[in-house]
C-alpha cells in the first residue's frame, strides 16, 4: 500500500500505529504525531517512523477538534505535522529530519 493510502487509512481508523521491533537493538521512544489526510510531509514522517519500529500515535487534526486544539495548546498554531517526542515538539519534519532521527534511536 502506497504511504499515501497508508496513512489516510491510519487517520480513517483513528488507530495508533504501533511497531514490535526495536532499532538497532535499542528501546524505541513512542512518537505522537499530529497530521492531516493527504499531507506530504506527515506521510512521509510517518514511514520514516515505522521503517525505524517506533511506536507512532497518529491524530488527524482536519478531523478532530481535540487534536488541533492541542497542537495550538503545544505550538501556538496549527502546523502540520506537528510531532512530539518525549519532551521535544517539532513543527514540520523534513528540516528536523536527522535531529529526530537521532532522538529515535537514542
Known amino acids: ?3 499515501g493510502r497508508m496513512l489516510a487509512e491510519v487517520l480513517r481508523r483513528g488507530q495508533a500505529v504501533c511497531a514490535r521491533r526495536c532499532y538497532r537493538g535499542s528501546l524505541v521512544k513512542r512518537v505522537l504525531l499530529f497530521t492531516m489526510e493527504g499531507n506530504a510531509d ?3 514522517a510517518l514511514a520514516f517512523f515505522q521503517s525505524r519500529g517506533a511506536a507512532v500515535d ?3 487534526v482536519g478531523r478532530d477538534p481535540e487534536a488541533s486544539a492541542e497542537v495550538f495548546r503545544l505550538a501556538g498554531r496549527l502546523a502540520v505535522p506537528t510531532i512530539v517526542i518525549e519532551d521535544r515538539l517539532f513543527l ?3 528540516g528536523h529530519r536527522e535531529e529526530i532521527a537521532a532522538l529515535v534511536r537514542e
Do not use: S, T, Y
Request: aromatic share 8%; with cysteine.
Open 1 to 3: 500500500m502506497c504511504r
Open 42 to 44: 506527515g506521510e512521509a
Open 58 to 60: 497518529v491524530r488527524d
Open 92 to 94: 514540520g519534519f523534513g
